[in-house]
């Protein structure tokens, strides 16, 4: 059994002695006040290891967002309604939550980014999913703000997983290709972005390219997990269903070339 120290340490010194103590001493209940992820992992490990784990919890999750992935629209019946992941937590000790039509609009309405600190309030941990769930009563506050991405293309590298920000200065037709081992076709979307002083050629897959349909020339856009390239000392990007694209007008302040 782990100390009490040891589980405070877990939770990112966010819980009290009191509370550490609890579930040091095997709790049935994730503490009430906000917690990391890595606490909640800690204290689904302690409820298995004395074999009190239940079906769902209610929880407040406080952390880091590791990745935010866009939002897919669907349909039941006559409803139209979106959907969306977030990733919570650092490297090595992540969580998912399915986020519904609500929430999911709000975290580009915030404009909630990689790397922000995230406060989600009256969650749902499934534990047959081992993921999170937003219910009718859960909601969302940015605590932190990161502000990163890259504004700068000529510090460009050979990189993937990287956030770029610039300014739409070109969007093509949206077309549709076969790729291999896929079934259907795959929406495809190309597009230029600048930094004020340098241009990113960038190629949009699958949900990504869809979202091509909502933007304009001149919209500020951020692409969080995208891969970049140098080819012939020019900026190609590519973005996949793995990557997320952010439509925001404050990202304009984020990139320092616009100002000389």
């Avoid at 490297?91 to 709000?106: A, F, P």
């Avoid at 000392?233 to 302040?253: C, T």
């Amino acid at each position: 059994m782990r100390s009490v120290d040891e589980v405070i340490d877990s939770y990112s010194g966010m819980i009290t002695r009191e509370q550490a103590s609890t579930i040091a001493n095997g709790a049935d209940d994730p503490p009430g006040e906000s917690i990391s992820v890595a606490g909640l992992r800690e204290f689904i490990r302690a409820a298995k290891s004395k074999g009190k784990v239940q079906e769902s919890y209610k929880v407040t999750i406080e952390d880091n967002v590791y990745r935010v992935f866009n939002e897919v629209r669907q349909k039941a019946g006559l409803r139209d309604f979106g959907k969306r992941t977030l990733t919570l937590g650092n490297e090595g000790e992540t969580i998912n939550i399915t986020l519904s039509d609500r929430v999911s609009s709000q975290v580009d309405v915030f404009g909630v980014e990689r790397g922000d600190i995230l406060l989600v309030k009256d969650a749902t941990f499934v534990a047959a999913r081992d993921e999170l769930k937003s219910e009718r009563l859960t909601t969302i506050s940015r605590m932190r703000q990161s502000l990163s991405g890259i504004a700068d293309y000529s510090k460009m590298e050979d990189s993937r997983n990287v956030d770029v920000i610039g300014k739409v200065t070109e969007i093509y037709p949206l077309r549709y290709v076969n790729q291999i081992g896929k079934q259907g076709q795959t929406p495809v979307a190309d597009c230029k972005i600048t930094d004020m002083r340098n241009t990113a050629n960038v190629t949009l897959w699958g949900s990504c390219a869809l979202l091509a349909a909502r933007m304009n020339i001149g919209d500020f856009i951020k692409i969080e997990f995208c891969a970049a390239r140098l080819v012939d000392s020019k900026v190609y990007i590519q973005a996949s269903d793995l990557s997320r694209i952010l439509i925001s007008k404050s990202l304009e302040g984020r990139l320092p070339l616009a100002k000389l």
